[in-house]
């Protein structure tokens, strides 16, 4: 490959990493749109998200795995718990701490959730693309799942 080629090809791929940025949130904010997450905090529902993962976790695992002090972590699990999205229940092994899991209602709502942004993003694709064009997305899926994985 000549260095011209080489040049050309990255920036290529810096401008490509640009837009797709920049697309990759647009489609993030639209779809966060469709299910209305009510007053919750990002860092609220980073931790739905991860008990939901996890099934179940310590407020001192929690923090740790969410980069935060645990005095900050204990305002968000009161918050959560307080809002009927989060229970916790004493620690079998060590009595001193509670294990916390997503309440049933916080499972169907996550549920709930999930379907209308899928719901919305399948009426998308099928109003404003052709069968063609929505092969030509799912190869573009399948190429930018390469870039993510490990």
Request: with cysteine; proline share 3%.
């Amino acid at each position: 490959m000549t260095a011209q080629s080489e040049d050309f090809r990255s920036a290529r791929a810096a401008t490509l990493a640009a837009e797709l940025r920049a697309l990759v949130g647009k489609l993030k904010r639209r779809l966060r749109e469709q299910a209305d997450v009510g007053d919750l905090t990002p860092s609220q529902v980073s931790v739905l998200l991860r008990l939901e993962r996890d099934r179940q976790a310590t407020a001192s695992s929690l923090a740790r795995a969410e980069g935060m002090r645990p005095q900050s972590m204990a305002s968000v699990i009161a918050a959560l718990e307080s809002a009927g999205l989060v229970s916790g229940a004493p620690d079998p092994a060590d009595g001193r701490q509670t294990i916390l899991s997503l309440t049933d209602a916080c499972r169907q709502w996550v549920q709930e959730g999930r379907a209308a942004r899928q719901d919305w993003l399948s009426r998308r694709l099928q109003a404003r693309l052709s069968i063609e064009e929505m092969e030509v997305v799912a190869t573009a899926a399948g190429l930018l799942n390469r870039l993510v994985e490990d």
